[in-house]
């Protein structure tokens, strides 16, 4: 227990308080699978986690979904000091148990992000907040579709609290983690996307914030998200620098399968992380983890600019493309547009199908793994 | 009248209700002078407008001062879409009316950065809004603190209000107007600052937000200014590229007077926005405005890298240097160091001086000027 403590450095699970929703029509709205979308119903409870100057983490707690009491001066609202992950809760195909997806690699982000924007309290060590948040999901158990593609999406979020106009290191931050069931992104199989390279606007940059999970990364894409559907296509790709080097799709990561001109073998690449501009996604390391576990298929993180890729389609090398993701796990890639003309790449290939199902076996418990962590 | 009008584009003025605080201890509380500090006490009341997606803009309400109730799924508190401005209200020294300093420059940036953003409502006039603010000073006019350096501080924030944990261009608004009476930065005269010149973290980018006042942009910064803090320094120069060209200070514009080598004319030298990373401070453009007006010192906007200060510090050219910005209007800069070397810079020059003085004489209505806006 860690109430005599005077400042907690770290979140302290023994410390939870569980208050539940009592309003029992709220409790059991349940919604059917057939009318899950996206991030847009949420489940009755929401965990809460306050850091201040003075006591550091305060005791966490679990309480009814509600809105949040905000002063108009706190500072998540005015300078963007925001950052989040996204992790999902699976019900295993066989026995409905519970299942989380490398959780650790998204707490360790989330610390990763928070130093990024300079905010205190990072000290927390992961395993206590993991803690909490699974009491959460067991709480609202229930709310975890059963069904491949269905799942809890999980969304805990730190905002600063600082209660003054001047920019400084907040002396208060609210941690707090929401879930929400949603379905499989394709309801129908595999829907790939066409992607639009956008030249004008760039979404991240090195010494900037690309390799972290923060708000201002995301209010800055809406505008280009917007041209690109507009144009008829689903997602922006991101290029930067003179090179027009490749580096994120949406909100994703980015993959090929590229046919090596001199050794006529099937290779896998994706940026590297080296500028600092692309963000390390669990499921992209996931992706080239399990490759290289396979053995028979070199996985290369280096840059591509948008003329490599051309180039490789002009020669039929380029044979699978796709981007990766939490929401959408592996997403096929049919076209990608570059100075007003379309590439066209075959999908959905054997590679990208194979990754798939790899990592839903994992997800699911299909397949044993240590990536799958059970909430008992 | 707007009220039968379906979908509003504009804001509309005429359809502003004031529901007055009634909480007399809480009107009455105003700030002696001698205990402002930035940011910190806030007037009574704050004008709101929200934007739907049904509605367009709703009437405008002036309430009383209170926190936000905000959706946990908000997407201000997710991605960062959020933008505001900085602006303030003076009391004339001879008769104590009330006086904006181009408040249309403010509007018509707040319009700008809500476009960069994605943002929905861009379509109002700025007149009508303006109008509403100049309603919500008159209410809490007694807030305005009098004498030279004090002034209310007010704060239009607008932020993205989209339910849905999916990235979406927002079907809802709050554009919010926040007001706070705040003394002189430097209390005792000017107070030199000193910078550190940043060389791992960058502000801002091309094809990025630099241009525009979002909150992402300032989140960014917290961490390089913690550093610069901790050695000793009192702001960051920013710094881009390669060649290390000078862009911002802290959260300010930045000018040199330097002796040209060929003429051994002093000219004025401020980065110039082409790039699209520096900020068009109102402060910056109404410098540039009256040094061309005064015609005896050339005014450059043209880029100038951390070695060309250098070189020009070394031969004694680099007369002065100054930051400006809404909130301490001009900061004299005393040293600024690059590569563990300090460069001392004499502080506090002439036109330094000059600059300072013409400002502040529009602002409290010293001299007539069209910049100045006052409010009967």
């Known amino acids: 227990m860690c109430e005599d403590v005077k400042f907690?450095?770290?979140?302290?699970?023994?410390?939870?308080?569980?208050?539940?929703?009592?309003?029992?029509?709220?409790?059991?709205?349940?919604?059917?699978?057939?009318?899950?979308?996206?991030?847009?119903i949420m489940s009755p409870h929401m965990l809460i986690v306050e850091w201040t100057e003075k006591k550091g983490w305060s005791a966490p707690k679990i309480q009814r979904y509600q809105d949040l009491k905000i002063s108009p001066i706190s500072s998540c609202l005015h300078y963007g000091i925001t950052c989040f992950e996204g992790m999902k809760c699976y019900k295993t195909t066989s026995d409905k148990t519970l299942r989380l997806f490398r959780p650790d690699c998204n707490i360790a982000r989330l610390?990763?992000?928070?130093?990024?924007?300079?905010?205190?309290?990072?000290?927390?060590?992961?395993?206590?907040?993991?803690?909490?948040?699974?009491?959460?999901?067991?709480?609202?158990?229930?709310?975890?579709?059963?069904?491949?593609?269905?799942?809890?999406?999980?969304?805990?979020?730190?905002?600063?609290?600082?209660?003054?106009?001047?920019?400084?290191?907040?002396?208060?931050?609210?941690?707090?983690v929401i879930t929400s069931p949603v379905g499989p992104y394709y309801p129908s199989g595999f829907k790939p996307i066409r992607l639009k390279s956008e030249t004008k606007y760039v979404r991240a940059w090195t010494g900037g914030t690309g390799d972290v999970k923060v708000g201002g990364n995301y209010a800055n894409t809406i505008k280009a998200a917007h041209i690109a559907t507009k144009d008829g296509y689903d997602q922006v790709l991101w290029l930067f620098g003179k090179e027009k080097v490749i580096t994120e799709v949406g909100a994703m990561n980015i993959f090929f399968v590229i046919k090596n001109s001199s050794t006529n073998r099937k290779e896998i690449i994706t940026p590297s992380l080296g500028r600092g501009d692309v963000l390390p996604g669990v499921t992209r390391r996931s992706v080239i983890e399990i490759t290289q576990k396979?053995?028979?298929?070199?996985?290369?993180?280096?840059?591509?600019?948008?003329?490599?890729?051309?180039?490789?389609?002009?020669?039929?090398?380029?044979?699978?493309?796709?981007?990766?993701?939490?929401?959408?796990?592996?997403?096929?890639?049919?076209?990608?547009?570059?100075?007003?003309?379309?590439?066209?790449?075959?999908?959905?290939?054997?590679?990208?199908?194979?990754?798939?199902?790899?990592?839903?076996?994992?997800?699911?418990?299909?397949?044993?793994?240590?990536?799958?962590?059970?909430?008992?």
């Not at 009592?22 to 349940?30: E, G």
């Not at 990072?122 to 907040?129: H, M, P, S």
Request: contains cysteine; charged residues 25%; hydrophobic residues 35%.
């Open 8 to 40: 907690n450095n770290d979140i302290c699970s023994s410390s939870l308080t569980i208050e539940k929703d009592t309003d029992k029509d709220q409790v059991s709205k349940i919604p059917k699978n057939v009318d899950l979308k996206f991030g847009e």
């Open 111 to 176: 610390k990763k992000s928070m130093k990024r924007l300079g905010m205190p309290g990072t000290d927390f060590e992961g395993k206590q907040l993991l803690k909490c948040i699974k009491e959460l999901i067991r709480l609202d158990k229930d709310w975890v579709p059963y069904g491949e593609g269905y799942s809890l999406y999980i969304r805990p979020n730190v905002i600063a609290n600082h209660q003054c106009l001047g920019l400084a290191t907040p002396n208060s931050l609210l941690l707090y």
């Open 294 to 376: 396979w053995g028979d298929i070199d996985v290369h993180e280096i840059d591509l600019s948008i003329n490599d890729v051309s180039i490789a389609s002009k020669s039929g090398r380029l044979l699978e493309a796709f981007a990766t993701g939490t929401a959408a796990v592996i997403t096929p890639i049919s076209c990608i547009e570059y100075g007003g003309l379309n590439m066209n790449i075959p999908a959905t290939g054997e590679v990208t199908r194979k990754l798939f199902q790899s990592l839903v076996d994992i997800q699911y418990g299909n397949i044993l793994h240590e990536w799958s962590v059970t909430i008992d």
